[in-house]
C-alpha cells in the first residue's frame, strides 16, 4: 500500500521544529560569547543585547530535516527538471542567507545588498526558477510564454520583492517567522492540492523550522533571526511558490501565492510609495510599517503580531479556496471565525485599556491620583 506524500511532510515539518529549537539555543549561546550581538537604542524594541544569528538555526534546521527526509526516500523518485529545482531553491536560500549573514555581521550599505539579491535571482533565473508562461484563463489549451527579458524581469522582481517584505516585516518580537510559517503552510496545502510534493516538502521544512525558531522568539524574544534569517526566508518563500503552485502557471495559479503574501507585500508596497513620496529614498528607516501603526494605535506587542498572524492565516484559506483544495470553506470558516474573533477581543482590550486610562481618581484617601500609564516599546 503507497504512503501517502502528506505522511513525509508532517515528518518533515515537525522534524524542522525539533531541530531548530534544538539548534537555536546553542548559536544564541555561541553569540552571546563572541559578543555578536545587537546592540540597544532609541529607535530599537529590545532593551539588552540580542544575538542576531537566529537564522543560522533556522537554515540548519530546515537542511537537516530535508536531508532526513532525503535518505529516508520521501522525495520519492522525482523526475530529473524537478530534482534539479528542488536543488536549485536549496542553494539559492543558502545565497540569499549568507547575503543577509554578511549584513548581520559587517553592516553592508543598502545598495550593495540590493545588488546582490538581484544578482542571486538572476542566477536562480538561469537554473529554471522562474515565471517562464502564463496559461490563459479563458482556454486551458492556450499557454502564453514570456520573452526572455520579461520572464527575468518578472522572476527577479518576484524573488527580490518577497525577500524584502519579509525582511522589512522582522520589526517585532516572532512576527517574520510567525507570518513565514503561515504562509509555508499555505504554500504546503496548495502545493498538494496542485501536485507538487517537492515544492510541498520544501515548504514542510520552512513552516517547521520557523515554528521552532519561535520557541526563543516570540515576545519576549531571546534571539532574533537577523536578516540572515529573514532573507532566507523570504527567497524561500518566493521560490517555493515558483517551482510548486505557480510553476505551470495559470491565471489561478499565479494568485495563490499573491494571496498568502499579500500582507507583507502590501504593507512593504505602502511603506516605499509613502517614503518616495516624501522624497526619500525607498531604504530609508521609519515607522511606516503596519506593526508600527497598530503600536501607535494602542494594541501591545503580542496582540499586534497576533493581529497580523490572523489576517495572514486568513489569506492563506483563501488561497486553499482558489486552488480547489479539499474541505476550503471548512478551512476558510474556521479561519474567519479565528479572525474576528483576535479582531473582536483585541477591540475589548483596546477599549478596556482606554477606559482604565481614563478612570477616576481612587477617592479611598481622598486625593485624586496620577493616571496609569501604558507601557509601549518603540519597535525595532
Known amino acids: 500500500m503507497p504512503i501517502s506524500p502528506l505522511i513525509p511532510a508532517v515528518a518533515t515539518l515537525l522534524g524542522a521544529g525539533l531541530f531548530t529549537a534544538a539548534i537555536v539555543p546553542w548559536v544564541r549561546q555561541l553569540g552571546l ?44 523518485s ?106 509555508a503552510v499555505g504554500l504546503l496545502s496548495v502545493s498538494f492540492s496542485l501536485h507538487q510534493p517537492g515544492a510541498g516538502l520544501l515548504a514542510a521544512a ?27 526566508l523570504g527567497f524561500s518563500l518566493a521560490a517555493i511558490s515558483l517551482v510548486g503552485p505557480a510553476k505551470e502557471l495559470t491565471t489561478v495559479s499565479l494568485l495563490l501565492p499573491l494571496l498568502i503574501l499579500s500582507l507583507p507585500l502590501a504593507d512593504m508596497s505602502a511603506v516605499i510609495m509613502g517614503r518616495v513620496s516624501d522624497g526619500r529614498s525607498p531604504f530609508y528607516p521609519d515607522r511606516r510599517h503596519l506593526h508600527h501603526r497598530l503600536l501607535r494605535a494602542g494594541f501591545s506587542h503580542r496582540r ?17 479556496v482558489a486552488a480547489n483544495a479539499e474541505m476550503r470553506f471548512l478551512w476558510l470558516a474556521l479561519a474567519t471565525g479565528v479572525l474576528v474573533w483576535i479582531v473582536v477581543s483585541s477591540r475589548r482590550e483596546l477599549l478596556e485599556e ?11 484617601d481622598g486625593q485624586p491620583q496620577p493616571p496609569v500609564l501604558m507601557q509601549r516599546n518603540s519597535p525595532r
Not at 559578543?35 to 540548519?60: A, F, N, S, W, Y
Not at 477606559?355 to 477616576?360: F, K
Open 33 to 76: 560569547r563572541w559578543g555578536l550581538t545587537d546592540e540597544p537604542d532609541p529607535r530599537k524594541q529590545h532593551q539588552t543585547p540580542m544575538v542576531r544569528l537566529g537564522g543560522i538555526g533556522i537554515v540548519l534546521g530546515f537542511c537537516l530535516a530535508l536531508t532526513v527526509t532525503w535518505l529516508l526516500g520521501g522525495f520519492g
Open 78 to 183: 522525482l523526475p530529473t527538471s524537478r530534482d534539479h529545482l528542488i536543488w536549485s531553491t536549496l542553494l539559492g536560500g543558502l545565497a540569499f542567507f549568507a547575503i543577509g549573514l554578511s549584513d548581520d555581521l559587517f553592516s553592508l550599505p543598502p545598495l550593495p545588498r540590493l545588488v546582490l539579491q538581484i544578482a542571486g535571482a538572476m542566477a536562480m533565473w538561469s537554473q529554471g526558477v522562474k515565471i517562464g508562461s502564463i496559461t490563459l484563463p479563458f482556454d486551458s489549451s492556450l499557454s502564453l510564454a514570456l520573452p526572455d527579458w520579461l520572464s527575468l524581469l518578472a522572476t527577479v522582481i518576484w524573488l527580490v520583492g518577497i525577500t524584502n517584505a519579509i525582511n522589512w516585516l522582522d520589526g517585532l518580537d516572532g512576527l517574520a517567522a510567525g507570518v513565514s510559517g503561515i504562509a
Open 354 to 364: 482606554a477606559e482604565q486610562l481614563n478612570a477616576p481618581a481612587d477617592a479611598s
Open 304 to 320: 499586534t503580531v497576533v493581529l497580523i498572524y490572523a489576517f495572514t492565516q486568513w489569506f492563506a484559506a483563501l488561497a486553499l
Open 206 to 232: 520552512l513552516a517547521g523550522a520557523c515554528l521552532g525558531f519561535l520557541r526563543d522568539n516570540f515576545n519576549p524574544a531571546r534571539i532574533f533571526m537577523g536578516d540572515g534569517g529573514s532573507y532566507f
